[in-house]
């Protein structure tokens, strides 16, 4: 179970750091034409702001297990990106973007998995 819950922690890190890159690195104008419409409805900044969470949680998936530093992080960061998945599941729906929710749900189980298993039974 420790690996499996490696793997999903992985794979979420990887996800959310390039969302989140791809958010801090294109200006806003950009992101909408690329098919995030959603970034219509709010700042460059909050817009910005969403890509540092996403970010600051794809690190706090792996960094405090690979360093052993602050370990209890990891299902801290979990749980802040599942919430983080909520949001989004959210504003998804209030736009009408059904095929979007899906994959917030994907994420949001995820994480959540990775947040039960690291804080319960295979916490570090």
């Known amino acids: ?3 499996v819950l490696w793997v ?3 794979v979420l ?3 959310f750091l390039a969302a989140g890159a791809m958010k801090l690195s294109r200006p806003k104008a950009g992101l909408a034409e690329s098919g995030l419409g959603w970034v219509e409805d709010f700042s460059a900044g909050a817009v ?3 890509g540092v969470v996403e970010v600051l949680g794809a690190l706090g998936l792996v960094l405090p297990a690979v ?3 602050a370990p ?6 979990a749980t802040g990106l599942a919430l983080t998945m909520v949001g989004a599941a959210v504003v998804h729906a209030r736009r009408g973007e059904t095929p979007m929710i ?8 995820l994480a959540a998995f990775v947040a039960w298993g690291r804080f319960g039974s295979y916490a570090f």
Not at 72 to 77: K, Q, R, S
Not at 102 to 109: D, G, K, Q, S
């Open 1 to 3: 179970m420790n690996i």
């Open 48 to 50: 910005k702001g969403i």
């Open 13 to 15: 890190a990887l996800a």
């Open 67 to 69: 360093t052993g530093i």
């Open 72 to 77: 209890v992080l990891v299902p801290l960061a």
């Open 102 to 109: 899906a994959v917030n749900v994907v994420l949001l189980l």
């Open 8 to 10: 999903v922690a992985v």
